[in-house]
C-alpha cells in the first residue's frame, strides 16, 4: 500500500522535525515537502499535490487562514489538517470556514495526531472532541466571539493589525491594494467599535488571537 503523501507547515524547524519523525515512524506517511509560513505552503502545495496538508495556524505572513484559502481556491478537493497551540473556537471556527477538514491540538497524544492525519487522508472530517464541544455549546446558547461578524478578509486583517503591522505591510502581504486595506479597517473598527490601535490590540488578546 502507498504512503500518504505529506505537505508540513509550521514556522518553526523543531516542530517540523518532530512531527515529520512522528509521522514517518508510522510508515503510513511520506513527508514529500515542508514549508514555515503560508506563502511557502501555497506554493508547495502547487508544486508537490499532497494527499494531506498538515498546517500550523500562527505563522508570519498570510498566516495558516489565508494560506487554507488560497490552497482551497486553487483545489477544492485539498485535504487540510490544522495543528494549534490556539484552542479556541474563534480558530477553529475560521479554519473549517476557510476549507480545512480538521483541527486538533498540538498538545494531541503522537497516537491521536496520526488517527487525525489518516481520517483526512480519507476525506473524513476531524474535530478534537473538547474543540468540538466547545463549538456545539457555542452553536446551542447562541454566544459568539465579538469578532465573529468580520468577513473572513477582514478578520485576515485584523490579525495583522493586532500584530502591529501597518496598512502598505499588509497590502503587500495579502496582495491588495493600500486603499483596499484601508477600507477593510475602517470597516473592522467600525464593526468592533474601537477607535485606535492599542483597543483593537487589547480586544485581539480578549479574543484569543494574541498572547497577552
Given amino acids: ?5 505529506i505537505l508540513l507547515v509550521d514556522d518553526h524547524a523543531l516542530v517540523r522535525a518532530g512531527f515529520c519523525r512522528l509521522l514517518e515512524d508510522s510508515e503510513l506517511f511520506t513527508v514529500i515537502a515542508e514549508a514555515e509560513s503560508g506563502e511557502q505552503a501555497v506554493q508547495e502545495y502547487a508544486k508537490c499535490h499532497p494527499d494531506v ?3 500550523d495556524i500562527s505563522m508570519p505572513g498570510i498566516g495558516g487562514i489565508g494560506a487554507i484559502e488560497r490552497i482551497i481556491a486553487r483545489d477544492a478537493d485539498a485535504r487540510i489538517l490544522v495543528l494549534s497551540v490556539h484552542e479556541d473556537s474563534v480558530f477553529t471556527t475560521r479554519a473549517l470556514q476557510a476549507g480545512a477538514k480538521g483541527f486538533i491540538p498540538k498538545r ?3 497516537e491521536e495526531m496520526i488517527k ?11 474535530i478534537d472532541p473538547e474543540i468540538a464541544q466547545q463549538l456545539a455549546m457555542q452553536k446551542l446558547t447562541g454566544s459568539n466571539n465579538v469578532i465573529d461578524v468580520l468577513s473572513q478578509r477582514e478578520f485576515e486583517v485584523f490579525r495583522l493589525l493586532a500584530e502591529g503591522k501597518t496598512v502598505n505591510n499588509i497590502a503587500e502581504i495579502l496582495s491588495l491594494s493600500p486603499k483596499t486595506v484601508g477600507t477593510h479597517h475602517t470597516s473592522i473598527k467600525q464593526k468592533l467599535d474601537v477607535s485606535n490601535s492599542a483597543e483593537l490590540a487589547r480586544l485581539a488578546i480578549r479574543s484569543g488571537l494574541l498572547d497577552a
Fill in 1 to 5: 500500500m502507498s504512503k500518504v503523501a
Fill in 53 to 55: 496538508v498538515v498546517m
Fill in 108 to 110: 494531541s497524544a503522537p
Fill in 116 to 126: 487525525a492525519v489518516g481520517l483526512v487522508a480519507q476525506g473524513k472530517m476531524c
